[in-house]
């Protein structure tokens, strides 16, 4: 929540120590993202960025890397919510880099390749997306890290029916979602839903999109900001019924 966010961050500013702060800031950049605050969440996460960028040593600190690697996915969140798809785009290009650099490990390189896959589908950019689903779940497999192949499953399965295969793409993004709840996961199933839905309306299965949408709808989250996004789809499904009774 952003009270226990905040209360972190006054901890943390007290303690004085850096990497706890960083760690409390980012916290609070993930928490305004999730309330689906954009324009405060993207100002947090670029203080943060700032931060790393002035003082390179902080990524040799397991827990400053951390936060500075999390952010990065709520600084890209957050701007492609805002349509500064530059910031957005510099948002998981940077953290893909330092993931690649020296330090950098498989689940860092998942995670940046799980925020550009975010910000590209929030951008329908589905020709862009279907490379980078599929070295995701090239290195989820590689690295046992299943819960990231179900995500590049979702993601991919948007792209391969947004690109032509729509039957094809229902299948891999009910796998992936499958993925996804046997691990325990529920955050962000919502917004997968809604990515069936849309792969079902490609299709042509009007009743099944709806279900898909009321699905998504029913689901109890904190996670705010795909709701946006959730709704669109609704919206879409409501106007394929208008044309189809009209």
């Known amino acids: 929540s952003e009270g226990l966010a905040r209360e972190l961050v006054r901890v943390a500013d007290a303690s004085g120590d850096p990497d706890r702060q960083l760690w409390a ?11 689906g605050r954009f324009e405060e969440a993207l100002a947090q996460a670029l203080a943060v960025r700032d ?15 951390a936060a500075l690697t999390m952010v990065a996915i709520y600084q890209g969140l ?53 490379p980078i689903t599929a070295r995701l779940g090239s290195v989820a497999e590689e690295s046992g890290m299943d819960l990231f192949g179900g995500w590049a499953d979702v993601y991919g399965g948007w792209a391969t029916a947004m690109t032509g295969d729509p039957r094809t793409g229902i299948a891999t ?6 993925t996804h709840l046997r691990q325990g996961q529920v955050l ?20 099944d999109a709806l279900a898909s949408v009321e ?32």
């Open 173 to 178: 993004i009910t796998r992936g979602i499958e």
């Open 215 to 246: 699905q998504s709808l029913s689901m109890r989250s904190d996670q705010r900001w795909d709701r946006v996004d959730v709704l669109r789809v609704h919206g879409r499904c409501l106007e394929r019924v208008d044309r189809a009774q009209a």
């Open 188 to 207: 962000g199933v919502g917004g997968y839903f809604a990515r069936l839905a849309e792969a079902q309306l490609a299709a042509g299965a009007l009743e």
């Open 78 to 130: 957050a701007a492609v919510h805002l349509c500064d798809d530059d910031l957005a785009e510099e948002a998981w290009r940077e953290q893909l880099a330092l993931a690649e650099g020296p330090g950098g490990n498989p689940i860092e390189v998942a995670m940046a390749l799980t925020n550009a896959a975010n910000v590209l589908i929030l951008q329908t950019d589905a020709g862009r997306l279907l």
């Open 25 to 35: 800031a980012h916290a609070l950049a993930g928490s305004l993202v999730n309330l």
């Open 51 to 65: 931060a790393g960028r002035a003082r390179s040593e902080l990524f040799e600190r397991p827990d400053a890397r």
